[in-house]
């Protein structure tokens, strides 16, 4: 039973070199991302590039680095964007590399975005007068160069007084209408699946969300997904079998880790389940830039890829609360994939929490640049809990 439990985990704080793509992950890129099998080589060698890019550009811009990202080209290539909010310097002009001059640094718009947490996190319940459903999410683009904050239709009323009572520099905000309202990817519905639970109610949900990453806290076997799947101390079944319990879980970014007994194999793979039946190996946890390619698996809607579009992205979900820390993607994902394992590569990136799913059980049919996917990214989770990725040698 334990084996079918393919997870993610990472090695805490440690960033590896990222190997050799495996082939069925470039056959998804190819498929998801509308790439050929050149294209996606030029990606990934832009994307091993990028860390190191930037860390230049940090240190040759100081106070006036403005954020880099990831950015395809009309003729389907790949290069990386530096942004500065001042003058930039011979010494970083480089091959392959744009620069680009933009209004306002990266540490400006950080500091909206505070203000924003600031001002929803400071809302006590039954005093306080509780966010606007309206408001969906916010959340820092550098390639927009602005604080964008994403709005249902109607409510940029409500949006306009969320920003103006934060204090929060309007200069740097950008509202967005989107066109469905936030969801958690999770579904009570009977069933075989990865794991399912008894809720408080009584009733036993067995299609209810799907293993992440495998991972270890000292001799404690577990594998990360989400906390919205669990309360505290809830028991998980697999196949049948009842293998664990949630042992430490955190909605305010929506990452939990669960407690697996002893016996059990967990496995530094991660299911591609529906698309090519095999598994992928996990080999670290380096993070993945901003428009890099990440892929994601979960059992409901299978193994999906797409780009990375924005990172530390605060989501107010209706009925949940408000995440933090979350990046956005535009991967489709289901009902039911909550938990699951997104990588980039054999590098783990994160597990599923929520997304716009139109009214529907996935939003695999909306058109990529509408999509919206987010997961919480696994290096915090991992140092949250004090946990070490379970990694293939």
Known sequence: MATALACIGFVSGTALAAGPLHPLIGKA????????????????????????????????????FAGTWIERQSDGSYRQVVAASGSVGPSLRRAGVELRKVRHSLAALERSKESLDRNASSRIPGISKPLAEGIQSWHVDPQSNTVVVALAPGATEAGIDFVAASGAD?????????ESREELLVQNVAGGNPYGYTAADGNFYARACSVGFSVTQGPHIGFATAAHCGAPNRYVNHGGEWIGHFSRLD??????????????????????????????????????????????????????????????????????????????????????????????????QGVT???????????????ANQRVTRFAPINPLLQRYGLTLTVTQ
């Not at 996606?40 to 106070?63: D, F």
């Not at 309007?170 to 989107?178: C, E, L, M, S």
Request: hydrophobic share 35%; charged share 15%; with cysteine.
């Open 353 to 367: 929490s929520s997304g716009q799913m139109n009214g529907q059980d996935n939003n695999c049919g909306v058109p």
């Open 170 to 178: 309007i200069d740097t905000v950008r509202f967005k209408t989107a």
């Open 251 to 348: 909605n305010a970014f929506d990452s939990a880790w669960v407690a697996v007994f002893p016996g059990h194999n967990m496995m530094p793979y991660v299911n591609d389940y529906f698309a090519f039946g095999a598994l992928i190996p996990i080999r670290g946890s380096a993070e993945t830039p901003l428009g890099g390619a990440v892929c994601r698996s979960g059992y409901k809607t299978g193994y999906r890829c797409g780009h990375i579009r924005a990172k530390n992205v605060t989501v107010f979900i209706p009925g949940f609360g408000t995440t933090r820390g979350m990046t956005e993607s535009d991967a489709c994902a289901g009902k039911g994939d909550s938990g699951g394992a997104w990588f980039s590569g054999d590098q783990a």
């Open 29 to 64: 890129m190819q498929r998801d991302l509308g790439l050929t099998a050149q294209q996606v080589t030029a990606l990934r060698s832009v994307e091993q590039a990028a860390a190191g890019e930037e860390a230049l550009a940090r240190s040759a811009l100081g106070k006036n």
